[in-house]
């Protein structure tokens, strides 16, 4: 029995990659707006009442692509983050380092980085299963933060007054223990991240900026310099 039972979960763990490997496709080809279960089990040669076995919706299906992207874009960024500081990178190296693990991943996956960055999939509402893998790559700049804070310390960067309670909020929800003022920096570095990513990606560049990878690394390290990082 177990034998069978083993047999049968490999089988099903084939058969998921296959669904998730030709959405993925459809992805590339189509955009997220005309993915459709009978299009994915017409194209794997699979009737569509043997495909919703695996995925019942094509909201589940999609969740599973987003989780995957999230884990797959946060685990580059922890292991950049785990390389430098291993080499002995200090916090402003190891942010770069984390910054340009997101753009690699970006580049080498720019279909999937559409899908969790770009525009809202119509009709599709992300569930509480996406928020734990879409905060690993904030959470790589939070413990880089918390770390210079904790170690060598960090410039606190400006923060009007009327932005205080928004900021200590946040710093209570997901960021405890860094001084509001960072919590604030690091969001806005954060958005402004993806958005050098996305200006990259979707051509935003051209006839701009020729020296893309240089003109990247500058701008992560201003990133973490507002922050507070410290250089050395």
């Known amino acids: 029995m177990n034998t069978v039972r083993g047999a049968r979960e490999r089988a099903r763990i084939e058969v998921t990659a296959a669904i998730k490997d030709e959405a993925r496709r459809m992805l590339a080809a189509e955009g997220a707006a005309k993915l459709s279960l009978r299009a994915v089990a017409r194209e794997l040669g699979m009737v569509s009442s043997a495909l919703y076995r695996y995925f019942p919706s094509r909201d589940e299906l999609l969740t599973a692509l987003i ?10 960024a ?7 500081l291993a080499a002995g990178g200090a916090p402003r190296a190891r942010w770069v380092a984390v910054c340009e693990a997101v753009r690699a991943w970006a580049l080498e996956h720019p279909h999937e980085y ?5 525009s809202p999939v119509p009709g599709y509402s992300a569930p509480a299963d996406t928020i734990g893998p879409a905060s690993r790559v904030g959470n790589a700049f939070i413990a ?26 946040m710093t209570a929800d997901f960021a405890d223990g860094l001084p ?13 991240l993806v958005g050098l990513v996305s200006f990259e990606l979707f051509g935003q560049f051209n006839r701009v900026v020729e020296d893309r990878a240089g003109f990247f690394a500058h701008a992560a390290g201003q990133l973490a310099h507002g922050v507070g990082l410290p250089a050395v």
């Open 67 to 76: 989780v995957d992207a999230y884990d797959s874009v946060g685990a580059a």
């Open 78 to 84: 922890e292991e950049a983050d785990a390389r430098s």
């Open 114 to 118: 559409a899908l969790i960055y770009g």
């Open 144 to 169: 880089i933060a918390r770390d210079a804070y904790e170690g060598r310390g960090l410039a606190l960067p400006p923060l009007p007054a009327p932005l205080r309670p928004e900021a200590v909020r």
């Open 180 to 192: 509001p003022e960072v919590t604030a920096a690091l969001v806005a570095a954060w958005a402004q």
